[in-house]
């Protein structure tokens, strides 16, 4: 069983927004840090935002810093990456993960999602 289900991924207009939806499978997450990384096609995964389980420390990537904002839904046991001004660099397979504290290493991640795809056209 997959433990985090990632939705919301689509294809969108460059200068637009999008928000990425990440719940929890099976278990629960409330105790840990959640992050979101990408993807591009041909380049290796990159951390993209992360939160910590409390959502009082936020830390992002320089290259989403001031577009993307991470927080947490707790009622919904989600988390969410709202991305604005999307640009065609954007262009990934996005995956949520947990990890036991805030950190954009993704080797410290436990448990990860499928991904979902985000499509940025120019």
């Known amino acids: 069983q997959v433990p985090l289900i990632e939705s919301g991924g689509r294809l969108v207009q460059a200068g637009g927004s999008m928000s990425l939806s990440c719940a929890a499978s099976?278990?629960?997450?409330?105790?840990?840090?959640m992050g979101w990384f990408r993807r591009a096609p041909g380049k290796e995964r990159e951390f993209v935002a992360a939160i910590t389980w409390s959502g009082g420390r936020r830390t992002y990537s320089d290259s989403v810093k001031g577009r993307f904002t991470i927080s947490r839904v707790y009622a919904e046991s989600t988390v969410v990456l709202q991305m604005n001004n999307l640009k065609p660099e954007d262009t990934a397979v996005y995956y949520c993960?947990?990890?036991?504290?805030?950190?954009?290493?993704?080797?410290?991640?436990?448990?990860w999602g499928q991904g979902t795809q985000v499509t940025v056209s120019s």
């Open positions: 993960a947990a990890a036991r504290a805030l950190t954009a290493a993704s080797d410290a991640y436990d448990y």
């Open positions: 099976g278990r629960s997450f409330t105790y840990y840090a």
